[in-house]
């Protein structure tokens, strides 16, 4: 891990790649979620990528990378809720290699189904995602398989295009609103920040429920916890990884901690006001966004929509619930 964000010239050269598999995704103010919000609310549409979620991008840019540092390399292996595995199958096969996937038991089905039609190799193992990881990490050493970890610079250069459209595309914004799982998209939004020049807060966001981040910003040092026990997957994180931490506590102007129901409502606020379907992590930053309504009145905001790969039962009961 380099001690550093990636630069200008880092996140254009990526981007390059990037656009070679899929084109920009588009940023748009929307109306009904300005006024719900009080404040001019810009919603940049990661959920509209080829896997419906940020991720592939970091995906293409390492494997791409892969391919010309380790041409040896048969297969690789990595550990996910759904979108960074995603990424790594599609980027995988992409750049011809064969993917191997650990999710933990009771993932969801549907991102499950999509990994494997990305031409994955599916194992199910452990109860959470970090039982999961530590079981391809075995698995790496066994099979000898390239391990793809969900925090690494290649994917944190990736994930920043998205970042640079936004600022590129939307100048003089106030707050970005992030999610935080285990800290790519967070890191590639503050280095897309620093490298335009922007003056943007950049504002991570946490499920109360997994607060690690939350934890480790308040310490000012990683903190674990026992459980992560969110509905919102990409969220669900209980070892933070120190690296991430660094950038983090650094770069970020705070974290918010949102609750599950705060989470369900901008779920359904996505649907009514803009008519786009946001997975838990992706609702979460408009979570915070309307948590702090008063304090951003008048500000010109932006909120990270992540994907919007969540399975249909866990969304009608979540935006049906009150």
Same mark, same amino acid.
Request: hydrophobic share 40%.
């Given at each position: 891990?380099?001690?550093?964000?990636?630069?200008?010239?880092?996140?254009?050269?990526?981007?390059?790649?990037?656009?070679?598999?899929?084109?920009?995704?588009?940023?748009?103010?929307?109306?009904?979620?300005?006024?719900?919000?009080?404040?001019?609310?810009?919603?940049?549409?990661?959920?509209?990528?080829?896997?419906?979620?940020?991720?592939?991008?970091?995906?293409?840019?390492?494997?791409?990378?892969?391919?010309?540092?380790?041409?040896?390399?048969?297969?690789?292996?990595?550990?996910?809720?759904?979108?960074?595995?995603?990424?790594?199958?599609?980027?995988?096969?992409?750049?011809?290699?064969?993917?191997?996937?650990?999710?933990?038991?009771?993932?969801?089905?549907?991102?499950?189904?999509?990994?494997? *039609?990305?031409? *994955?190799?599916?194992?199910?193992?452990?109860?959470?995602?970090?039982?999961?990881?530590?079981?391809?990490?075995?698995?790496?050493?066994?099979?000898?398989?390239?391990?793809?970890?969900?925090?690494?610079?290649?994917?944190?250069?990736?994930?920043?295009?998205?970042?640079?459209?936004?600022?590129?595309?939307?100048?003089?914004?106030?707050?970005?609103?992030?999610?935080?799982?285990?800290?790519?998209?967070i890191c590639g939004v503050m280095a897309a920040r620093d490298a335009t020049g922007s003056k943007a807060d950049v504002i991570?966001?946490?499920?109360?429920?997994?607060?690690?981040?939350?934890?480790?910003?308040?310490?000012?040092?990683?903190?674990?916890?026992?459980?992560?026990?969110?509905?919102?997957?990409?969220?669900?994180?209980?070892?933070?990884?120190?690296?991430?931490?660094?950038?983090?506590?650094?770069?970020?102007?705070?974290?918010?901690?949102?609750?599950?129901?705060?989470?369900?409502?901008?779920?359904?606020?996505?649907?009514?006001?803009?008519?786009?379907?946001?997975?838990? *992590?992706?609702?979460?930053?408009?979570?915070?966004?309307?948590?702090?309504?008063?304090?951003?009145?008048?500000?010109?905001?932006?909120?990270?929509?992540?994907?919007?790969?969540?399975?249909?039962?866990?969304?009608?009961?979540?935006?049906?619930?009150?």
């Open positions: 891990m380099t001690d550093t964000l990636p630069t200008l010239s880092d996140l254009e050269s990526a981007a390059e790649t990037v656009r070679a598999a899929m084109p920009p995704t588009l940023q748009h103010c929307w109306p009904l979620l300005s006024e719900r919000a009080g404040t001019e609310v810009w919603v940049k549409h990661e959920n509209h990528t080829p896997t419906g979620a940020f991720k592939i991008r970091g995906g293409h840019v390492y494997m791409a990378d892969l391919r010309k540092s380790a041409p040896d390399v048969k297969g690789v292996i990595a550990a996910t809720r759904g979108n960074h595995g995603q990424s790594v199958a599609t980027g995988a096969r992409t750049h011809g290699f064969k993917a191997v996937i650990v999710v933990p038991h009771g993932n969801s089905a549907e991102k499950n189904a999509a990994m494997q *039609a990305q031409g *994955a190799d599916l194992i199910e193992h452990g109860h959470d995602f970090q039982a999961a990881h530590d079981y391809a990490i075995e698995l790496a050493d066994e099979r000898g398989l390239h391990m793809v970890r969900s925090f690494h610079p290649l994917l944190v250069r990736g994930v920043g295009t998205y970042a640079l459209e936004l600022f590129q595309g939307v100048p003089g914004l106030d707050a970005v609103y992030v999610p935080i799982g285990l800290g790519s998209g991570g966001v946490v499920s109360e429920n997994a607060p690690a981040y939350a934890l480790s910003f308040d310490k000012g040092a990683p903190v674990s916890t026992n459980a992560a026990d969110t509905f919102a997957d990409g969220v669900a994180c209980r070892v933070p990884v120190p690296g991430a931490v660094d950038f983090i506590n650094k770069g970020a102007a705070r974290i918010v901690r949102v609750s599950e129901a705060e989470i369900a409502a901008a779920m359904r606020h996505f649907y009514t006001d803009t008519h786009n379907l946001a997975e838990g *992590a992706g609702a979460v930053p408009l979570a915070a966004l309307l948590q702090e309504k008063h304090a951003m009145a008048g500000k010109r905001c932006a909120v990270i929509l992540t994907g919007g790969n969540i399975d249909r039962d866990l969304y009608l009961e979540k935006i049906g619930s009150t």
